[in-house]
């Protein structure tokens, strides 16, 4: 995925003011079957998907051995077989783990099928309409997280509605090749390409984790990114409990121009108390916001702290930043 195909602020715009098209080229894609297919992906995630049903998806997130976070997965189910999407950023770890993990499990075949697709995506209030094109029922019938497959120039495209900025958000799964074809329908039906840089403000802005950027290094657990909610019982990171710091979001002040490092100590009167560990700015709110890690017993909304580099005022809020717009924008 690109970080800018023209300007940040037209790309951030069509996402959630139009229609974005996202190329998710570098995507990972494993595909899981065999009669133990459920069980191994139950064992290597942190849910079951004994439950899922052909057509449906769902979030889980991938973690190492001493149960440190690799990446959070979405997991499509199949008639014969389920598909683990991950972020290009974390693609070629994630896979290399689940063909290891594949290969000491019996009854599970594990395969790297990234090569089988082009995926590409749009996103934003509008683009259920482009979406509505390329489904043979109403659009408003299909629900979040589930996907379906459809004849298009005959060849077999997956649809799956599957948005990671907060806004509307479909994914095309076409055979590999068909890709530049697809795009360009896209891009003559009123999507505007736009890059990895607009789609990590969105989303920030609707508070969805971002591991590449909040754990960019080994030793981060699903607690210090607030996603334990992910995790079925019995499967809690070791140690998570016993950690000192706990996740936060925050706005700065005004008249900071640009986001902080990852790493900036956050303070109180001079004392320490946490760090940043992502920033952007938010062209809506015309703020740089940001999450950190603080300690424990000044992790909550409403709090005062200051950036250490330059003295900036930044207060700790609840998630999310803002309200994606198509939640008001009825599927017609």
């Known amino acids: 995925m690109k970080t800018v195909h023209t300007d940040p602020r037209t790309e951030y715009t069509a996402l959630r003011e139009a229609s974005g098209l996202l190329d998710y080229s570098g995507i990972g894609l494993v595909r899981v079957s065999g009669p ?3 069980a191994f992906l139950g064992a290597v995630g942190t849910r079951s998907v004994e439950f899922l049903l052909e057509g449906q998806s769902m979030p889980a997130l991938l973690l190492r051995e001493d149960t440190t976070l690799i990446c959070e997965v979405l997991i499509h189910c199949h008639a014969t077989h389920y598909l683990v999407e991950i972020w290009p950023a974390q693609a070629e770890e994630a896979t290399a783990h689940l063909l290891a993990r594949g290969g000491e499990r019996s009854g599970a075949t594990v395969e790297d099928v990234r090569g089988a697709h082009d995926v590409l995506a749009v996103e934003g209030p509008s683009s259920f309409r482009i979406a509505q094109k390329y489904l043979p ?3 408003a019938s299909m629900g979040y997280r589930s996907f379906v497959t459809v004849e298009h120039e005959g060849r077999q495209v997956v649809v799956s509605r599957s948005g990671v900025t907060g806004e509307y958000g ?4 076409a055979p590999a090749g068909a890709g530049p074809a697809l795009r360009a329908e896209l891009l003559a039906q009123g999507a505007v390409e736009c890059g990895k840089e607009a ?6 802005e609707v508070r969805f984790a971002s591991v590449e950027h ?7 657990t699903a607690s210090d990114l607030g996603l334990q909610w992910m995790i079925e019982p019995g499967k809690e990171p070791v140690g998570a409990a016993a950690r000192t710091r706990r996740p936060v979001c925050w706005v700065a002040g005004e008249g900071l121009a ?3 490092a990852p790493g900036t100590d956050l303070t109180v ?6 760090t940043v560990t992502h920033a952007v700015y938010s062209p809506r709110l015309d703020r740089i916001i940001g999450t950190g890690q603080v300690d424990a017993a000044v992790a909550a909304s409403g709090q005062d702290f200051a950036l250490a580099a330059t003295g900036s005022p930044v207060r700790t809020v609840s998630a999310p930043f803002l309200t994606a ?8």
Request: aromatic share 10%; net charge negative.
């Open 36 to 38: 133990e297919a459920a």
């Open 137 to 139: 029922f109403p659009i």
């Open 170 to 173: 479909y994914k095309f799964f």
């Open 199 to 204: 789609v990590d403000v969105c989303r920030m």
């Open 214 to 220: 909040e754990a960019p290094a080994d030793g981060v």
């Open 258 to 260: 640009q986001p902080p």
């Open 269 to 274: 009167s001079d004392a320490t108390v946490g």
């Open 325 to 332: 717009t198509s939640l008001d924008v009825a599927l017609d």
